[in-house]
């Protein structure tokens, strides 16, 4: 404790010098980052470059934590100065990927690498990529759990008549499958089975049909590839009957599952159970009607002939047992249910998801077949990691790309839509936030496939935290220690039950306590409260509560930063300095998240951070704003309202070949990498800028938008994304349909006109001709009536009757 004042006393010196420049400043911090701790272990873990001198005789007015030449100038001991542990990388087993092959089917490699050993540090994140392929034929045991109530009994015979096609749809599935074959029904106890004697050897005998006595779960045949077998078990199993419409399907999965050895689960294999009913289910708590009280204990219970020996003792199990027991064992159930009781089984699954699998089970069972085929597919499409980090300090995240070759890695650890021969590429980040206790530890963490379970990814992690001289007690030195103390990485350390400057101070001795108070405030602070008001006072020493540090507790926590929430953005960035972050060379900001390189800023194809138009902040370009002449806008400060878009006219070529299917995945122009995608009709980022590219296809002039955007942060490689198509008439086409209409429209027009201006002619023409006749044959009549002097012409003569007609005949 003595050296506080000369701590206080150097900062003062430097604070003075301190703020002249930046550079500066970063030194003062990263001194802070050291000075302030006084054992070894958080010295170490405080900043990258802190030291330890482990040297007794060093300096007690010095600290003892500082930097490398700081420690060398004072006097320690060069072999005394403790240093961080060596940082550790070993790929321990790095197997490739390998696919089933039929002659050694233990060889399977599904993800890669295997193993890696390697150190965490405190505030550290080390990034582990690993790969994952489900391997082609992989084992499949399919166990056959079918529900051999009498309403059940039809559907047993279709599973016989389909004894050819099964083997073909299975060896479509996986070269390497096998079959095994259970029955349930119901606990043999009241009030779910008739006691009546004579239906307790025969339950059928209201059917007047001779059925076997009620089991509630029988295993059949153990898991074989000889599909016949399976086939005539099934043939000759009986049904048999109970009372309620409910049955005891979890009993039976219980068993299954369990029972390793009768049934033959291999490790290596995915395990399936289908389970065929057509009845709801008991779940725990409705054993005790009958008297099977006790919780199930999740054990196998079969006797010598394959029957669950205890179904009347051991209540049903509960849903979170079955849970728990899917997941311990590995195994997917698919329900093959009829759909009277489908939505039962539905709001099972929304309980028990990734394992299982409902479908509609037609009542004679003749999709069964299909179903198979579905929920294996359904199964197999789900890939999901977890592991087993949460107990200790080391936390692990995920990034993968689901498989998709050229795909954005984002933070997930499922991905659905899996297909044989994908490669699906992880990113495990692993990191230790803080120093659990300060000692060397190991963890050890199994990260594997959630519904296999069967290969693994192992992970050890030494997390280096301490030093190694905590535990040296050099005998000679202990003179130096008081009596209830001991010598610890240099330093006298209090024993156990005793603080105090001297260790004299015993923790349970209030008043001994209260009398060092004082050194529990902090110095030169008018008014100072105990401990800052955020701990408690034992024996002159602040125990901070949590969120607080510092020999007084005046210190609060660092700021987390927003991208990996690590104190300071971790280990490369900055260290932690009483609440406040200082920042390693390039990065800046209050956590330590902005980079100082502009790299992101430039466009590509361009060497102008911001296009000149701009500044770059914390790798983002903030345009200049528009005093007068044109206000650019864009990621890169790279357009303006009339300008033409550089970023657009370089992609250009990557978009038509894009559209005429001429390129591969990746188009490359100069140095720059395009990849080109279509989410046609999604709604634009409104932070995108939108390009237009026009050209003509099929006579028509169509119209693509696009948007850009720089791929995974690298500026060398960019993803295009066209979001719209629209398609018109090209305008010279459009030009000469209107000529032609019009056109038509004239010659139309001319021949109504020529046509209405003749018929009218006509019409007039007759019209005038009848008039004149009419005024011709009027004017006759007149010139008869009316001309007293007019003689007519035309002079009439008549025979008379008498006179022979024919004057030859006579
Ligand atoms: C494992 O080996 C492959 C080459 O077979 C290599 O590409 C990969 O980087 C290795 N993995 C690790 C973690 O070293
Ligand atoms: C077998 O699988 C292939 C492709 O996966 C499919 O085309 C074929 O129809 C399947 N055959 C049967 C019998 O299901
Ligand atoms: C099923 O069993 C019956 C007699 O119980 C027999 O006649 C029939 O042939 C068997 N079917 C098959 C496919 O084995
Ligand atoms: C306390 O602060 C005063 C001025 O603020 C300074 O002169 C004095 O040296 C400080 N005392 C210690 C012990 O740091
Ligand atoms: C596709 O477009 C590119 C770029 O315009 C052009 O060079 C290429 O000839 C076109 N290919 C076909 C098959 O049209
Ligand atoms: C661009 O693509 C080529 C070939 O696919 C590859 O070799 C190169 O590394 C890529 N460059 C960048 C910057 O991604
Ligand atoms: C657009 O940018 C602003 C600031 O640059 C940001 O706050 C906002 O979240 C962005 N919007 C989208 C949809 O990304």
């Known amino acids: 404790m003595f050296f506080r004042f000369s701590v206080i006393r150097e900062l003062c010196i430097i604070s003075i010098v301190g703020y002249v420049s930046g550079q500066v400043q970063q030194q003062i911090l990263n001194k802070l980052a050291c000075i302030e701790h006084e054992e070894c272990g958080p010295c170490l873990s405080a900043a990258a470059h802190c030291r330890w001198c482990a040297d007794p005789y060093y300096s007690s007015s010095v600290p003892r934590c500082n930097d490398d030449e700081t420690l060398v100038a004072d006097g320690c001991a060069q072999n005394m100065i403790q240093r961080p542990y060596m940082s550790i990388w070993d790929v321990v087993q790095n197997h490739t990927l390998q696919d089933i092959s039929p002659d050694s089917p233990e060889a399977v490699v599904q993800i890669q690498p295997q193993k890696i050993s390697f150190s965490l540090k405190p505030r550290e994140t080390k990034i582990i990529k690993f790969s994952y392929r489900p ?280 991905c659905t839509g899996v297909k044989y021969g994908m490669t699906l590429n992880y990113e495990a980040h692993v990191s230790l936030e803080s120093c659990p206790e300060y000692k060397k530890s190991k963890q050890t963490i199994t990260i594997s496939e959630s519904q296999l379970g069967q290969d693994s990814l192992t992970l050890e992690v030494e997390i280096q935290c301490g030093c190694d001289c905590e535990g040296d007690s050099q005998q000679g030195i202990l003179l130096r220690c008081s009596p209830n103390s001991h010598l610890v990485c240099g330093v006298c350390r209090c024993n156990k039950g005793w603080s105090g400057p001297k260790c004299d101070c015993s923790i349970e001795d209030e008043a001994a306590s209260a009398a060092l108070s004082s050194q529990c405030r902090e110095p030169n602070v008018t008014r100072a409260i105990l401990c800052s008001g955020f701990g408690e006072c034992v024996c002159g020493q602040c125990e901070c509560d949590a969120g607080s540090n510092g020999r007084y507790c005046q210190c609060k926590a660092c700021p987390k930063s927003r991208v990996n929430n690590v104190e300071c953005g971790g280990i490369e960035r900055g260290v932690c300095v009483c609440g406040e972050c200082a920042c390693v060379n390039g990065w800046s900001g209050d956590s330590c998240d902005c980079t100082e390189s502009t790299d992101t800023c430039v466009a590509p194809g361009s060497d102008d951070v911001c296009s000149g138009h701009g500044e770059c902040v914390c790798g983002q370009c903030k345009c200049f704003k528009a005093d007068q002449g044109t206000a650019y806008s864009g990621a890169f400060c790279e357009t303006c309202a009339n300008c033409v878009n550089p970023l657009c006219a370089n992609a250009e070529p990557c978009i038509l070949c894009h559209l005429n299917s001429s390129c591969t995945d990746i188009c490359t122009i100069g140095n720059v990498n395009y990849t080109v995608s279509e989410r046609m009709n999604e709604a634009p980022n409104i932070n995108d800028t939108t390009c237009i590219l026009r050209q003509e296809e099929n006579s028509l002039n169509c119209e693509y938008r696009y948007t850009y955007r720089a791929a995974g942060k690298s500026m060398i490689a960019m993803e295009m994304v066209i979001i719209a198509k629209e398609c018109t008439q090209p305008t010279s086409a459009m030009i000469m349909t209107n000529a032609l209409i019009i056109m038509m429209c004239v010659i139309a027009i001319g021949v109504i006109i020529i046509l209405g201006v003749k018929s009218a002619q006509v019409v007039s023409d007759r019209r005038a001709y009848a008039k004149f006749m009419q005024e011709a044959q009027e004017s006759r009549k007149n010139m008869q009536e009316l001309n007293p002097l007019y003689k007519s012409p035309i002079s009439e003569f008549r025979l008379p009757e008498s006179y022979p007609r024919d004057r030859h005949d006579l």
């Not at 999740?298 to 006797?303: A, F, I, S, T, W």
Request: hydrophobic share 35%.
């Open 135 to 414: 391997a082609k034929n992989y084992p499949l045991d399919l166990y056959y759990l079918m529900d051999l109530t009498w309403s059940m009994k039809d559907d047993k015979e279709t599973l016989v008549s389909l004894r050819d096609d099964l083997p073909i749809l299975l060896k479509n599935l996986t070269d390497n499958f096998r079959l095994g074959f259970g029955s349930f029904a119901e606990k043999p106890i009241m009030p779910f089975i008739s006691v009546d004697p004579r239906r307790l050897e025969n339950p059928c005998a209201v059917e007047e049909e001779a059925c076997e006595a009620t089991y509630s779960y029988k295993h059949h045949l153990s898991l074989t590839n000889q599909v016949n077998e399976f086939i005539e078990k099934v043939n000759r199993s009986s049904v048999t009957a109970n009372l309620d419409n409910a049955e005891a399907q979890l009993d039976a999965l219980v068993q299954a599952i369990t029972c390793d050895e009768q049934v033959g689960w291999s490790p290596h294999s995915r395990k399936i159970v289908i389970l065929l009913s057509d009845g709801l289910m008991h779940t725990a708590g409705d054993g005790k009607l009958g008297g099977a009280s006790m919780k199930n204990d999740e054990e196998c219970h079969l006797d010598k002939n394959g029957y669950y020996s205890v179904a009347g003792i051991y209540d049903y199990p509960s849903i979170a047992q079955v849970y728990r027991l899917l997941d311990k064992y590995k195994v997917n159930v698919i329900f093959a249910v009829t759909e009277d009781v489908k939505s039962h089984y539905d709001s099972l699954h929304e309980l028990l998801r990734d394992y299982t699998y409902v479908a509609k089970l037609e009542r004679d069972s003749s999709n069964i077949l299909k179903l198979v085929k579905l929920g294996y597919e359904d199964i197999v499409s789900v890939v999901n990691f977890e592991d087993d980090s949460v107990a200790g300090p080391v936390k692990v995240k995920y990034l993968t790309d689901c498989g998709v070759k050229g795909g954005s890695i984002d933070e997930a650890t499922r």
